[in-house]
């Protein structure tokens, strides 16, 4: 890649970062959201980057053969 196409990914991906960072602080930080429903949320969140890291990570192998 590009060093200004990396240089953009990074930028937008840290600014998505700071948005989904606030919005789950906001999410969590709320008292009138029902516990089951936060660690429902958390589960579904953490599974969901589990896989992309598990997914990424096959690529790069197969990539790399």
């Known amino acids: 890649m590009k060093p200004l196409n990396v240089l ?4 937008f ?3 998505g970062l700071a948005l989904i960072g606030f919005g789950l602080y906001s999410f969590f930080d709320d ?3 029902p516990l089951i429903i936060r660690w429902g949320i958390t589960g579904l969140i ?3 980057i589990i896989m992309l890291i598990s ?4 690529r790069l192998k197969d990539k790399g053969d």
């Open 8 to 11: 953009g990914l990074i930028i």
């Open 13 to 15: 991906s840290l600014g």
């Open 31 to 33: 008292t009138t959201v």
């Open 46 to 48: 953490l599974g969901t």
């Open 55 to 58: 997914l990424i990570i096959e």
